[in-house]
């Protein structure tokens, strides 16, 4: 009898000894083998989860056309090409090709017939979901609820680095006494912020999932499509150049919000950028800007994560964690999703803003540079670093053991 392969779970290139119990995953990427790969199907349910949503949200507009989902004034880039009301139903028709062919791929991830299909309707998601149902309403929402998350992070990052870091904590005390005395001298300003945009927000109720849902579901698909493609081989050379160059793309990636980040906070200056007159912004509008770009700045330190060290492994500060390996979907997963957002809003964003608005927020080239980088991450910590053929997942260091021949 001939000797055959033995499916195994592989660890990923940056574990070590006891990375598979403290990681709490691995991946099986082998080639040929009989189970299906937990990444596909991971991902063959999340695209299952997310097409189900938005087709249940796009069959709402059908039935309640008075919502005028799809903003008819142009910040769509589909709703410019075609009639708002043609472009629900093609929407609400992709979105239900997508529920068929990921529940199919999800319960038979082995099936041939799904296998075929999985690529070239994954790449139409994409394109509908990622471009054609994205546009300028996109990044403001997007920019919203990165502004308000980045309070509760520092609030987070700050009890970490108290607990862990005894010589930091009497700077920490004097920026908690220092934001305290903020909150009571503006807390008229940031009640009014607060205030303005829970209003915008509730008189469009649907602003945030139509923003969403689509992105959600353009994302989850690009992720099955390019896994799929990676364990082909058919993106391995491709992947080994981008990795190559990884350090490169995510410099250029985090130059991206840098316009926006420093053109909001000159909205705390007498001279502010792209508002208008000083004398007549408000305080609440200036703290806008102030939330604004710390979600921008925000976006550069994550971005430079995937070179630096802490993207790749716990700082001492995360507590408990800390030393652990980061698990690369905690980087692929979100980076990635922005990129495809930044993609579909670039265009629309220079129909309406021309090109002085591109200069300050430049989409145009921070969603591709975004996505190579976060491309040549997987490559990184996957171990596609040259184009010689070897399983992703498998250690540079420790090669795997060749199989055990099968009993006669």
């Given at each position: 009898?001939t000797?055959?392969?033995?499916?195994r779970?592989?660890?990923?290139?940056?574990?070590?000894?006891?990375?598979?119990s403290?990681?709490?995953?691995?991946?099986?990427?082998?080639?040929?083998?009989?189970?299906?790969?937990?990444?596909?199907?991971?991902?063959?349910g999340?695209a299952?989860a997310?097409?189900?949503?938005?087709?249940?949200?796009?069959?709402?507009?059908?039935?309640?056309?008075?919502?005028?989902?799809?903003?008819?004034?142009g910040?769509?880039?589909g709703?410019?090409?075609?009639?708002?009301?043609?472009?629900?139903?093609?929407?609400?028709?992709?979105?239900?090709?997508?529920?068929v062919?990921?529940?199919?791929?999800f319960?038979?991830?082995?099936?041939?017939?799904?296998g075929?299909?999985?690529?070239?309707?994954?790449?139409?998601?994409?394109?509908?979901?990622?471009?054609?149902?994205?546009?300028?309403g996109?990044?403001p929402?997007?920019?919203?609820?990165?502004?308000?998350?980045?309070p509760?992070?520092?609030?987070?990052?700050?009890v970490?680095?108290?607990?862990?870091?005894?010589?930091?904590?009497?700077?920490l005390?004097?920026l908690?006494?220092?934001?305290?005395?903020?909150?009571?001298?503006?807390?008229?300003?940031?009640?009014?912020?607060?205030v303005?945009?829970?209003?915008?927000?509730?008189?469009?109720?649907?602003?945030?999932?139509?923003?969403?849902?689509?992105?959600?579901?353009?994302?989850?698909?690009?992720?099955?499509?390019?896994?799929?493609?990676?364990?082909?081989?058919?993106?391995?050379?491709?992947?080994?150049?981008?990795?190559?160059?990884r350090?490169?793309?995510?410099?250029?990636?985090?130059?991206?919000?840098?316009?926006?980040?420093?053109?909001?906070?000159?909205?705390?200056?007498?001279?502010?950028?792209?508002?208008?007159?000083?004398?007549?912004?408000?305080?609440?509008?200036?703290?806008?800007?102030?939330?604004?770009?710390?979600?921008?700045?925000?976006?550069?330190?994550?971005?430079?994560?995937?070179?630096?060290?802490?993207?790749?492994?716990?700082?001492?500060?995360f507590?408990?964690?800390?030393?652990?390996?980061?698990?690369?979907?905690?980087?692929?997963?979100?980076?990635?999703?922005?990129?495809?957002?930044?993609?579909?809003?670039?265009?629309?964003?220079?129909?309406?803003?021309?090109?002085?608005?591109?200069?300050?927020?430049?989409a145009?080239?921070?969603?591709?540079?975004?996505?190579?980088?976060?491309?040549?991450?997987?490559?990184?910590?996957?171990g596609?670093?040259?184009?010689?053929?070897?399983?992703?997942?498998?250690?540079?260091a420790?090669?795997?053991?060749?199989?055990?021949?099968?009993?006669?």
């Amino acid at each position: 009898m001939t000797s055959t392969s033995v499916p195994r779970e592989l660890p990923r290139r940056d574990a070590g000894p006891d990375a598979g119990s403290r990681s709490g995953s691995t991946l099986a990427l082998t080639p040929g083998t009989t189970g299906a790969p937990p990444a596909d199907r991971r991902l063959a349910g999340a695209a299952l989860a997310a097409s189900a949503a938005t087709a249940a949200m796009l069959g709402w507009f059908v039935a309640r056309p008075e919502l005028d989902p799809l903003l008819p004034d142009g910040r769509m880039l589909g709703a410019a090409l075609v009639p708002a009301t043609s472009l629900v139903l093609v929407l609400l028709a992709t979105a239900l090709l997508g529920v068929v062919v990921a529940a199919a791929a999800f319960a038979r991830p082995t099936a041939r017939a799904a296998g075929r299909l999985v690529t070239p309707v994954g790449v139409l998601e994409v394109v509908m979901f990622g471009l054609l149902a994205q546009g300028s309403g996109t990044l403001p929402a997007a920019g919203y609820l990165v502004s308000f998350a980045v309070p509760v992070l520092a609030v987070w990052a700050g009890v970490q680095v108290f607990r862990t870091r005894p010589a930091w904590r009497l700077p920490l005390v004097a920026l908690a006494a220092l934001a305290v005395v903020g909150v009571v001298v503006g807390g008229g300003a940031l009640a009014d912020w607060w205030v303005g945009i829970s209003t915008g927000l509730a008189r469009e109720p649907w602003a945030l999932p139509s923003v969403l849902l689509p992105l959600a579901t353009a994302a989850s698909w690009g992720g099955l499509v390019a896994v799929r493609g990676w364990r082909r081989g058919s993106l391995r050379t491709a992947t080994a150049w981008v990795t190559r160059h990884r350090r490169l793309f995510t410099i250029v990636a985090a130059l991206g919000p840098l316009p926006y980040a420093l053109a909001r906070l000159t909205w705390l200056t007498p001279w502010p950028a792209f508002a208008g007159p000083a004398d007549e912004l408000t305080v609440a509008v200036r703290i806008q800007g102030l939330s604004l770009s710390s979600g921008a700045w925000l976006g550069i330190v994550l971005t430079l994560g995937l070179i630096l060290p802490w993207g790749e492994r716990l700082p001492r500060w995360f507590g408990r964690r800390a030393g652990r390996p980061v698990p690369p979907a905690a980087a692929i997963v979100p980076g990635g999703t922005v990129a495809v957002m930044l993609c579909g809003a670039a265009v629309p964003m220079l129909l309406m803003m021309g090109w002085a608005g591109a200069l300050y927020f430049p989409a145009w080239f921070w969603g591709p540079a975004l996505a190579l980088a976060v491309w040549g991450y997987a490559g990184h910590r996957y171990g596609i670093e040259d184009p010689a053929p070897h399983d992703p997942g498998v250690s540079d260091a420790a090669p795997a053991r060749p199989a055990p021949a099968a009993r006669r």
